[in-house]
């Protein structure tokens, strides 16, 4: 997802063997309608929160994230889950559907976070569609509400060759096989100046011209850029490094719906290299963004500095609890 300050991949360790996911039997496909309708994505506005840090994979309690609705275990790496993603696999079939219980009363739907910054997909030449059947099977075989795609493979979008557009592609497109629209949430989280239309080769503007309407939302990270610290940076006029990347600029430049440009930060100052707005310059930030026709809604990094008072103090303006 972003900078890890203690690069603390102790939790590494743990990675459990994507052999065991593969021996598994076929994930049944549930058909009864009611947990159907309890999985399907949520309207907008999404409020959605990582959980990286290892609280022993047990995911934020309903109570310490009210205001949130989305839940990011993270992360299933390539090569297996790692950090909370992990804990999830590791916790008794019981608890996870207690929890899970507890969080589709609440309204709060739980995926997992895809690949975060330590993973290059398309650099270390993974095949996008094994890697969607894997990671969807993984979904299913844990009782997921769906998939966040955090692709951070800087070294493939800057080659400019198309390469990793089409890796994306490929991928979400054999995502949705598994995951159908409507009944899972499929989630990206580039960062924001993978709209920008600088990259030859598209960036996430050909992502989004691709497989855009597979995609449900994006998790925008509008942090560790150098840039969006200011209401009028973040909305409407980024900068001539990367042009036409705030919120209004990618829907009005990169003909994106503004319903899917959720905006990411992160909730302390620790939680990324710069890119930091206080709760209340944000919460301000969302109210004219509000005013201006958005309503996609936040993501933030991580819990639990990313905790229920900070979103309801971001929310306390546009979308009061
Ligand atoms: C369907 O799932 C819901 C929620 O898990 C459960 O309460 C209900 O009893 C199930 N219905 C059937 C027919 O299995
Ligand atoms: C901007 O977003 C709105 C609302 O989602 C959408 O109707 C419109 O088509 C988008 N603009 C462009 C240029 O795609």
Redesign the pocket.
């Known amino acids: 997802m972003v900078y890890f300050p203690f690069k603390s991949f102790g939790i590494l360790a743990g990675i459990a063997s994507l052999a065991t996911v593969l021996a598994a039997p076929a994930p049944v496909t549930s058909s009864?309608t009611?947990?159907i309708a309890?999985r399907r994505p949520s309207a907008t506005p999404h409020f959605v929160v990582y959980s990286d840090s290892w609280a022993g994979g047990l995911p934020p309690t309903v109570a310490e994230i009210e205001g949130f609705n989305v839940v990011a275990l993270s992360f299933l790496l390539a090569q297996g889950a790692c950090d909370q993603a992990l804990g999830w696999t590791q916790l008794s079939t019981a608890q996870r559907a207690s929890i899970k219980?507890q969080y589709a009363a609440a309204g709060i739907k739980l995926i997992v976070s895809a690949f975060g910054s330590t993973d290059t997909p398309t650099t270390s030449g993974a095949d996008p569609i094994a890697m969607a059947d894997t990671m969807a099977s993984w979904v299913l075989q844990y009782d997921l509400d769906g998939i966040d795609v955090d692709y951070e493979d800087f070294g493939a979008i800057n080659a400019g060759d198309g390469k990793a557009e089409a890796w994306l592609a490929s991928f979400t497109t054999q995502l949705r096989t598994h995951l159908p629209q409507g009944q899972y949430i499929i989630t990206h989280a580039p960062v924001a100046p993978w709209f920008s239309p600088v990259y030859p080769a598209g960036a996430y503007r050909k992502v989004h011209e691709t497989v855009g309407d597979q995609i449900d939302w994006y998790n925008i990270q509008f942090y560790n850029q150098n840039e969006y610290t200011t209401c009028d940076n973040l909305l409407t006029a980024s900068s001539t490094t990367w042009p036409e990347s705030s919120v209004f600029q990618i829907n009005s430049s990169g003909g994106v719906p503004l319903h899917k440009l959720v905006i990411g930060k992160p909730a302390s100052t620790s939680g990324a290299n710069n890119g930091y707005m206080s709760h209340t310059l944000l919460a301000s930030c969302i109210q004219e963004a509000q005013a201006k026709g958005w309503n996609a809604g936040v993501m933030a990094w991580e819990f639990p500095d990313a905790s229920s008072s900070w979103i309801q103090s971001v929310r306390s303006s546009a979308f009061p609890l």
Do not use: A, C, F, L
Request: charged share 20%; no cysteine; proline share 0%.
């Open positions: 009864n009611s947990e309890s219980s």
